[in-house]
């Protein structure tokens, strides 16, 4: 690969859709694999930042950590049904910790009354409860456990919100005054760019607390291009990968 280039794959958010941005890239590592013999680690690893917001925050952080598309995919196919799904009637008056079925969405009714009590839609009830909140958790721990920021192979940048400061913040491995987290978590970077209102809880580590990414940078892209001329001021060239997770069809149409 030229020496000369500056790459950079952005990531943006939008929750299980991010399944499509996993579709695309195994789909781009293959091409190149095919045209170019290059496999989808080097690929990555040559990847001057991987930025991401919320899922797509995730999926940044796992593939600058070395984690596969085939096994990101699998979390997908394996994990969502049971993070994205509530109690039904039979669990809430037994008082069961657990959800007894896959992908049970609440609806509208439920929903309005959720957010009239600040209650997020797929808040674990309890810390070992089999859906929810918990299960998002418990996955990002069995990929990540208490690796950060700093044992990642290629640089990152993670939009985040601090709720408890109402700011913006940026959490990176790269050590600038810009960013923060330098030394944090994976798991908790995850926790933090993900944790989107209303559907799931504010995560909260290091005396602060956090909310999706996507309140402040749902794209990150711009801010990935300027890291990235700060890391390699005399490049000659600058290639983009950004990816979307789609929109609504207008039925109407």
Do not use: W
Request: net charge positive.
């Amino acid at each position: 690969m030229n020496p000369d280039t500056t790459r950079i794959i952005s990531l943006l958010g939008g929750g299980t859709r991010g399944y499509i941005q996993i579709c695309f890239l195994k789909l781009f590592v293959q091409q190149m694999y095919d045209e170019h013999k290059i496999s989808e680690q080097v690929f990555f690893n040559s990847c001057d930042v991987i930025a991401g917001t919320s899922i797509g925050g995730i999926i940044a952080l796992g593939l600058a950590f070395g984690i596969k598309l085939y096994d990101i995919e699998k979390i997908f196919i394996e994990k969502a049904k049971r993070i994205f799904t509530t109690r039904n009637y039979v669990d809430i008056i037994t008082n069961s910790l657990n959800a007894s079925s896959d992908s049970r969405r609440p609806n509208i009714l439920q929903k309005l009354s959720m957010i009239a009590y600040n209650l997020p839609f797929y808040k674990s009830k309890h810390c070992q409860s089999n859906y929810g909140s918990n299960i998002l958790h418990q996955t990002l721990f069995d990929i990540f456990g208490n690796s950060t920021l700093q044992d990642l192979n290629t640089t990152v940048l993670i939009p985040a919100y601090q709720q408890n400061t109402n700011t913006g913040v940026i959490f990176s491995n790269y050590n600038s005054d810009l960013y923060i987290g330098q030394n944090a978590k994976i798991l908790d970077v995850a926790r933090a760019t993900s944790a989107a209102p209303f559907y799931l809880p504010a995560y909260s580590f290091d005396q602060n607390t956090y909310i999706d990414g996507g309140v402040f940078c749902n794209d990150p892209t711009v801010l990935a291009y300027g890291l990235a001329k700060t890391l390699k001021k005399t490049s000659k060239k600058t290639c983009i990968l950004s990816l979307s997770t789609g929109i609504s069809a207008d039925i109407n149409s």
